[in-house]
């Protein structure tokens, strides 16, 4: 059982250029979320989706797009990378039930 | 604005000593989670609570709904405990909001 999955871990982009964070999870959640994390700041919802075709947005999703065409992958998406863009970014999924949360490894993300 | 604020920041302490972090929230919330970070690693789960109170191995954690309070306790600290804490709390819907974290070492 993977659990979470995101890739790539490290990440180096120019300015401008698109990239795309991925995400996986085989727990069949019907809830996933994307967050960055800054230093001195907590953790901040950027998109986030009940289920394969919603997606809906959350405190900081300026710059950024998410798709959600089947249950287990949930892609963020980098249009045009800026430096205020370099974070560590978490996806996390939700178990409807007990409602505990499970989260990827992080991507570190930086932009020049 | 902070709607989650964790005290203390930074914490060291000896291998042994009961260890206690607290977490406050300024808004109405379904549930409080609380996380353990390690060093360059990922998220993982330790609790969610809604009332009351659980225990997992050495840690504990308690929260109070009325005074919009929750603690976590750690009991007989080893090395391994240090990590950064996060306390989180879910609202209405589906949006989450995290603290900043502590900062835990324990010292052998």
């Known amino acids: 059982n993977a659990g979470v999955t995101q890739t790539p871990k490290f990440q180096v982009l120019k300015t401008g250029q698109s990239m795309t964070l991925q995400c996986a999870q085989d727990?069949?959640?019907?809830?996933m979320s994307w967050y960055r994390q800054d230093p001195g700041m907590g953790l901040r919802l950027i998109h986030y989706s009940v289920g394969a075709g919603i997606t809906d947005q959350g405190e900081v999703p300026n710059g950024y797009n998410v798709s959600r065409s089947t249950t287990e992958d949930f892609p963020l998406r980098l249009l045009s990378a800026a430096p205020s863009q370099t974070s560590v970014y978490f996806c996390?999924?939700?178990?409807?039930?007990?409602?505990?949360?499970?989260f990827g490894e992080g991507s570190r993300l930086t932009v020049l | 604005k902070n709607e989650v604020e964790q005290s203390p920041q930074n914490l060291t302490a000896q291998e042994g000593e009961f260890i206690t972090i607290n977490c406050s929230y300024s808004v109405g919330i379904s549930a409080l989670h609380w996380l353990q970070q390690h060093p360059g690693g990922g998220i993982v789960s330790l609790f969610m609570?809604?009332?009351g109170k659980k225990k997992h191995g050495r840690l504990i954690a308690t929260i109070n709904i009325q005074e919009k309070h929750s603690s976590l306790h750690i009991t007989a600290s080893h090395p391994r405990d240090s990590a950064v804490y996060i306390c989180?709390?879910?609202?209405?819907?589906?949006?989450?909001?995290f603290g900043t974290g502590t900062s835990l070492t324990v010292i052998p």
């Open positions: 727990m069949n959640h019907e809830y």
């Open positions: 996390a999924s939700r178990e409807v039930g007990t409602g505990e949360l499970f």
């Open positions: 989180a709390v879910r609202v209405t819907g589906n949006q989450f909001y």
């Open positions: 609570l809604s009332s």
